[in-house]
């Protein structure tokens, strides 16, 4: 199963340099010269490799430059290529032809750590705004986070259209419902929009740089909140990330633990998510509906584990919260009550049909360019994609596929439709699974203490949260400090996916796309 | 249509069941906050949530306000999309440098008088993201705040309270 290694291999040969500091094991690292990065990019291409990840790391402090890093996935294989960029000299070459994430991943490394991807096709700045000043560039060792940003004058060069009929609908960054800020740009004629550009970046608070200054006890909490519906994933990643590199193994029952709560967000963001997507087509009837399924799982969160979203219970080395016989008598009762109920509201979803004008066929992102774009998670897996860290990266229980059994729901539609009922049938395998696991959680600890990690290695870890894969990639400093967290939220990647779904829709339809995606602000804004 | 209504009545009233030491607190909480809504705002407050930096997950539990349990529109209370309409704004944070114009612009477009109230630890005292090139901090350093209800996220019962608290 390392089909990507051998690639690297067959084409670079000795060139290519195995880094025996990446952790676990089954992830590999090389690196290569910096001018033939994008020859190994390639190389990954033909190989039919997805980019997961690319970014930068100050790595001054061992005296070496900077790194660039890219991360490559195929199956259940992750192979990361870096290069190394001399101080005197910030360039690297760019990877946005061959594989289109690249297009932002660049533009934030060039925003943020001051590198130049040469041949990148936009040279805007990405989530850095223009009132920033030039030299500003945090992630690099020798900027000073504590210190208040001045601003200066600039704007930002939006993409027009122009033409007889030709109209513009700015929105935003504060957006008329309850939700995070950001700013869309329709370009339309009549009611079809010709193009969308979506500028994020509003609610970036600097959170990678933060997990520099923290210890990396404290950086599970941090990462517990760089987005707050996807909190327990986020914390497993962190801690998986950082115990692999510690060399701890957290015990049997903690795994589980953590699978349980992982699973219990999954049901409650989803159930939102359909209600919300029913809502956006004005079927308000669902939004309640599922909405007090989901108030009843938050609120057995807050009973049976002390937090709604059951945040700051992963810790590294295990979790604070462990379930007893009541506990778990509770939770089974809970899954067979939304169990029959939520078959009930999927049969009415289903039937409705002024529901199914709205959803099928609107907001279509086609199996080809779903895989064009890298998408991941509920995206990825209604267009066609086969990608799921609990399949192809799991960590126990997941492992264990004879016994799980999971059916990941694959659609090829694409459309709005496709993405709620990839939920709806996640919502039921959660179910499933989460009755499973009660029934055959091991007994034991539920917490191991986690040492430091040593100098100058990494750490890496993918876990499936509800919107799909996130990852972690964490480095420790000379003296075993945090030196880089690099986070990569689901939505780094599928924002992009939005802007060219909604493209031949009508304006309406947009906050109904949208709502299909529901990809976070501030876990691509960081 | 028949299921739909056949879920709507077996659904019933979900709202106040007051078995619960939790719907007891709720049934307190906003009896006395529709009171206060009534005499002081003609019985309807209108609020206007700002995310001036947050995690989302503040805004989770704000949007659990309106759910059929909580049911906050039943004291008076309901959210608008524009400020223009506000009296009271329920701002999360900490407010990130690239909110800060877009929020001030937003508190300017509020009609006086006005109310804001800062939600959230994060909003309260900038939490765990502080200050920093990015993040400003807590929302009093940007505009003027009348109340803060802090948790990480406050549950929608200790919104209503803190709303009920900042009206009073």
């Known amino acids: 199963m390392s089909m990507l290694k051998e690639a690297i291999i067959s084409v670079f040969g000795e060139e290519a340099r195995f880094d025996e500091g990446q952790h676990p094991v089954s992830v590999s690292s090389c690196v290569v010269k910096r001018g033939r990065f994008a020859e190994a990019a390639r190389v990954m291409k033909k190989a039919y490799a997805l980019l997961a990840a690319e970014w930068a790391a100050d790595e001054t402090a061992f005296g070496r430059g900077f790194g660039i ?28 032809k061959k594989f289109v994430p ?6 934030q490394i060039q925003s943020l750590m001051g590198i130049t991807p040469t041949g990148h096709p936009d040279t805007r700045p990405w989530i850095k705004f223009e009132d920033w000043p030039a030299d500003a560039w945090p992630l690099r060792k020798t900027f000073d986070a504590s210190k208040p940003m001045a601003r200066v004058p600039g704007e930002y060069a ?9 109209y513009e609908i700015p929105v935003g960054p504060v957006h008329a419902g309850i939700i995070e800020p950001g700013h869309f740009r329709f370009q339309a004629l009549g009611e079809d929009v010709i193009n969308l550009e979506a500028r994020l970046g509003y609610v970036h608070k600097g959170i990678e740089k933060r997990f520099e200054s923290l210890s990396w006890k404290d950086g599970a909490l941090l990462a517990g909140r760089v987005s707050g519906d996807t909190t327990v994933a986020h914390s497993i990643a962190y801690c998986m990330a950082l115990e692999s590199m510690a060399g701890c193994s957290p015990p049997e029952r903690a795994y589980w633990l953590r699978a349980l709560f992982l699973e219990r967000e999954r049901i409650a963001n989803h159930l939102g998510d359909i209600g919300a997507i029913c809502n956006d087509a004005a079927f308000a009837f669902m939004i309640f509906q599922m909405s007090r ?8 969160n807050q009973k049976l584990f002390g937090h709604r979203f059951i945040m700051d219970r992963v810790v590294p080395g295990g979790v604070t919260v462990d379930i007893d016989a009541a506990g778990k008598k509770e939770i089974l009762t809970e899954m067979d009550m939304l169990s029959k109920d939520f078959e009930r509201l ?10 199914e004008d709205r959803v099928r066929d609107t907001g279509i992102l086609t199996p080809e360019r779903a895989r064009e774009l890298c998408v991941v998670g509920v995206v990825a897996r209604a267009s066609g994609l086969n990608l799921d860290c609990r399949i192809f990266n799991p960590f126990p229980p997941f492992d264990q596929h004879h016994y799980l059994e999971l059916d990941v729901p694959v659609l090829i539609s694409g459309d709005v439709h496709a993405r709620a009922w990839v939920r709806i049938q996640e919502v039921r395998e959660s179910i499933r699974i989460i009755r499973k696991f009660l029934e055959d959680m091991p007994e034991g600890e539920i917490a191991v203490p986690v040492a430091l990690p040593r100098p100058d290695i990494s750490g890496f870890a993918a876990v499936e949260g509800w919107r799909g894969e996130i990852i972690y990639w964490l480095q420790s400093g000379p003296h ?3 030196n880089r967290c690099m986070v990569r939220d689901p939505s780094s ?9 909604v493209l031949g829709n009508i304006v309406p339809d947009f906050p109904l796309c949208n709502k299909s995606f529901n990809q976070s602000y501030s876990g691509h804004d960081l | 249509m028949i299921r739909i209504l056949r879920q709507i009545f077996r659904t019933g009233v979900v709202t106040e069941p007051l078995q619960s030491d939790l719907d007891a607190e709720l049934w307190e909480v ?7 809504i009534r005499k002081r705002f003609r019985r309807s407050l209108t609020i206007r949530q700002v995310d001036a930096g947050s995690c989302n997950g503040c805004e989770l539990e704000i949007h659990a306000m309106n759910n059929p349990i909580y049911n906050c529109e039943r004291f008076g209370m309901h959210f608008t999309a524009s400020p223009r309409f506000a009296d009271l704004l329920l701002v999360t944070g900490p407010v990130a440098h690239n909110m800060e114009i877009a929020l001030r612009r937003t508190y300017d477009a509020t009609p006086a008088p006005k109310l804001v109230i800062a939600v959230g630890d994060c909003g309260c005292t900038g939490g765990i993201f502080g200050q920093s090139y990015a993040s400003l901090g807590s929302i009093d350093k940007v505009i003027p705040v009348d109340a803060c209800i802090p948790g990480c996220p406050p549950t929608p019962t200790a919104l209503l309270n803190g709303i009920l608290k900042a009206l009073s």
């Open chain 1, 69 to 96: 890093y890219a991360c490559y996935r195929w199956g259940a294989e992750y192979l990361i290529v870096k290069t190394e960029v001399p101080s005197d000299d910030l360039r690297f070459p760019s990877l946005a």
């Open chain 1, 102 to 107: 690249a297009f932002r991943f660049e533009r």
């Open chain 1, 158 to 166: 939006w993409v027009r259209a122009e033409g007889e009929g030709v």
């Open chain 1, 293 to 300: 399924l989901r108030e009843m799982i938050v609120s057995t």
């Open chain 1, 346 to 355: 999927v049969v009415i979803y289903d039937e409705h049909s002024s529901l």
């Open chain 1, 480 to 482: 075993s400090e945090v």
């Open chain 1, 493 to 501: 990647v599928n924002w992009l996916a939005l802007e060219l779904a």
């Open chain 2, 30 to 36: 906003g009896t006395r906050l529709e009171e206060v």
